[in-house]
């Protein structure tokens, strides 16, 4: 029986890839590089500044150059958080639902914990999550469990009565390794090309009310 529902946050409870691609184009125009367009930079919206800085710079974090760049992307994506960030289409249907049922819902995400608490505020649910447990919470961060075992706890739901929604492999992978129920969002940050047959997953939707059929079953 599912008594709780926890969420990742981008690519999952808020589309964030708009202001991520922004903050992006905005360090490539500072290097006098063409911006990416918003369909390549959403499928590494996921994966923050590593995924975004290497699909738009070609580096990872081991690059002298790495520390700089990111530091401009976090500069400019602080200023603009949620310029056009939104909820994804009924995700907020969905968690009026949820409230009206007494099910407490809150959100596992490895986004730190300055840019989570002030995205959520400034979403408007904030106040309205039972936990928001960021990147840095923990000692670990997702594909460890430590993350969703640490929201169950601060919801006071044993983890085997919480529903998972993510969608990358990671939040399965996370969901699995606490005794969760993991559902896949594919209207999230997904590559098509992603075998999701091999995420270890409970179900899927594709649109955040369809998560209610896992909820009554």
Known sequence: MIKAVLFDLDGTFADTAPDLGAALNHVLALHGKPPVP????????????????????????????????????LEHYTAHICDQ????????????????????????????????????????????????????????????????????EQINIAPEHCLYLGDDKRDMEAANAANMRGIIAQYGYI?????LDTWPASGSVQAPLELL????S
């Not at 002298?64 to 760049?69: A, M, R, S, V, Y």
């Not at 961060?141 to 929201?151: R, V, Y």
């Open 38 to 73: 918003l369909e390549k930079s959403r499928l590494q919206a996921s994966h923050g500044t590593i995924g975004l800085l290497g699909l738009g710079f070609g580096i990872s974090p081991d690059d002298p150059d790495f520390t700089g760049l990111r530091n401009e992307f």
């Open 85 to 152: 960030t939104t909820l994804f289409d009924n995700m907020g249907e969905l968690i009026t639902v949820l409230e009206q049922r007494g099910l407490p819902w809150g959100i596992v995400t490895n986004k730190p914990h300055r840019f989570t608490v002030p995205l959520m505020q400034a979403l408007g649910y904030a106040t309205r999550a039972g936990c928001m447990v960021s990147g840095d919470t923990c000692a670990q961060a997702k594909p460890h469990p430590m993350p969703m075992l640490h929201a169950a």
């Open 191 to 195: 590559d098509p090309l992603a075998s």
């Open 213 to 216: 059929r896992y909820i009554e």
